[in-house]
């Protein structure tokens, strides 16, 4: 069986939408099982280029900031309101309270129970390593202002990690250990007087990938005021491996390690 991991960027866009690309949403795939992590803000309509409607098996939320999060309450209506009727539930991860919040999004009454729970089961992250489909999926703690968490994600041999929005932190880089693929953050320019705990600049995002002797890193959530090309050369001064900025419709094929299987 081949066992290759598809990576697909539905949104890259950093804080919010962009003219180019919805906020963050990443299509991952392997044995045909299909994973999204965070859909942020414009990412429902993008995905339907990739993936069909009702082809998504499960789903993973870093944080519960608009930009990661808020096209879940969208999908929970086509996946309710699906033409023959509600499409049978599917799991989504992510920190606690999600299911109130994405409903109040909504407009529903979270009380007498969580809403949306009738196409959607809803796990509360927490640091640690879980399966989710062939996926092997290890959750950490970033350094951000609300509950946050990175992915690490292993199928084949091959290892993809995803910072979500995170300040500096030695959590980001024990996740990336010697990933073959690193989606990491760089919303923010080299400038003085930068907020802590917050974001990363295309240096730190760098200087972490180093550290973490990651093969190919692809710099992410990218702010549409940024010059792009300013946060590649910073994290380029930094980083000696493959270096790529995220696209809207990129697609990274991670074969498996090894050799090939016949
Ligand atoms: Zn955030």
């Not at 804080?15 to 949403?25: E, I, M, N, V, Y």
């Not at 099982?33 to 998504?56: E, S, T």
Request: charge should be negative.
């Amino acid at each position: 069986m081949w066992l290759s991991v598809r990576l697909t960027i539905i949104g890259c866009s950093g804080s919010f939408p962009g003219p180019d690309s919805p906020a963050s949403c990443y299509l991952l795939e392997a044995e045909g099982f299909r994973m999204l992590i965070d859909l942020g803000n414009g990412a429902l309509g993008v995905l339907q280029r990739h993936a069909g409607l009702f082809d998504i098996d499960a789903i993973c939320l870093s944080h519960l900031h608009a930009d990661h999060c808020l096209d879940l309450a969208s999908y929970w209506v086509a996946r309710r309101y699906a033409p023959g009727g509600p499409k049978p539930p599917i799991p989504v991860y992510a920190p606690g309270r999600a299911a109130e919040r994405m409903a109040l999004a909504h407009g529903l009454e979270p009380d007498p129970g969580p809403a949306m729970t009738d196409v959607f089961h809803f796990a509360t992250l927490s640091a640690g390593t879980r399966r989710i489909g062939p996926f092997l999926v290890t959750a950490e703690r970033m350094n951000h202002p609300v509950e946050t968490f990175g992915f690490r994600v292993e199928h084949g041999g091959r290892v993809l990690a995803y910072s979500a929005d995170t300040g500096p932190c030695d959590a980001l880089t024990e996740l990336a250990r010697r990933a073959d693929l690193l989606l990491c953050e760089a919303s923010f320019l080299e400038a003085a007087d930068l907020p802590g705990g917050l974001h990363l600049t295309g240096r730190q995002a760098g200087e972490h990938a180093e550290r973490a002797g990651v093969r190919h890193l692809v710099l992410t959530h990218l702010v549409p005021w940024n010059d792009k090309r300013r946060s590649f050369a910073e994290a380029s001064a930094a980083f000696t491996g493959k270096l790529s900025l995220a696209a809207q419709g990129q697609e990274f094929d991670l074969a498996p390690a090894g050799p090939l299987p016949l």
